[in-house]
């Protein structure tokens, strides 16, 4: 489309953008590009693997609405990954058997022995969730917080 045309993916950027908070839309809706619409289905490019599951499962059924709501004469949306996909799961299992020093957990450190508390409830409830369903939530999950 010429430069002064707006895609019917930015015309849903446009009213996610008023919907959720702006990191969020920083984060994962403006790392999207329009890569098509062909028979009444639009297809969103997306950076990595990562942010399509994100995106699809954090506001996959907003998009199919907006889509909807604006009549664009779209019958559903889809998300591709932009570039190359990554290397299978079993591939990278693979690799990290050929470690020289296997990582040994200790087994007394369980959720079940952790001590929740109102600083750090949050923070159990997402090791937790990613201990649950690995990669799709809080993925990357890091933790930061002062000594002591």
């Given at each position: 489309?010429s430069?002064?045309?707006?895609?019917?993916?930015?015309?849903?950027?446009?009213r996610?953008?008023?919907?959720v908070s702006?990191?969020?839309?920083?984060?994962?809706i403006?790392?999207?590009?329009?890569?098509?619409?062909e028979?009444?289905?639009?297809?969103?490019?997306?950076?990595?693997?990562?942010?399509?599951?994100?995106?699809?499962?954090?506001?996959g059924?907003?998009?199919?609405?907006?889509?909807?709501?604006?009549?664009?004469?779209?019958d559903?949306?889809v998300?591709t990954?932009?570039?190359?996909?990554?290397?299978n799961?079993?591939?990278r299992?693979?690799?990290?058997?050929d470690?020289?020093?296997?990582?040994?957990?200790?087994?007394?450190?369980?959720?079940?022995?952790?001590?929740?508390?109102?600083?750090?409830?949050?923070?159990h409830?997402a090791?937790?969730?990613?201990?649950?369903?690995?990669?799709r939530?809080?993925?990357p999950?890091?933790?930061?917080?002062g000594?002591?």
């Amino acid at each position: 489309m010429s430069d002064g045309q707006q895609t019917p993916w930015n015309l849903i950027q446009e009213r996610l953008a008023k919907s959720v908070s702006p990191e969020s839309y920083r984060n994962w809706i403006l790392r999207t590009q329009y890569a098509g619409l062909e028979d009444r289905v639009l297809t969103v490019r997306v950076p990595d693997e990562g942010t399509l599951s994100f995106i699809e499962e954090e506001y996959g059924a907003q998009i199919q609405e907006l889509a909807h709501a604006l009549a664009l004469g779209i019958d559903r949306v889809v998300f591709t990954v932009d570039g190359v996909r990554p290397a299978n799961v079993a591939d990278r299992t693979a690799s990290l058997s050929d470690l020289e020093s296997p990582v040994t957990l200790n087994p007394r450190f369980t959720f079940e022995s952790f001590v929740v508390g109102a600083s750090n409830q949050f923070a159990h409830a997402a090791a937790q969730a990613v201990a649950i369903d690995p990669s799709r939530r809080y993925n990357p999950l890091y933790l930061y917080g002062g000594v002591g």
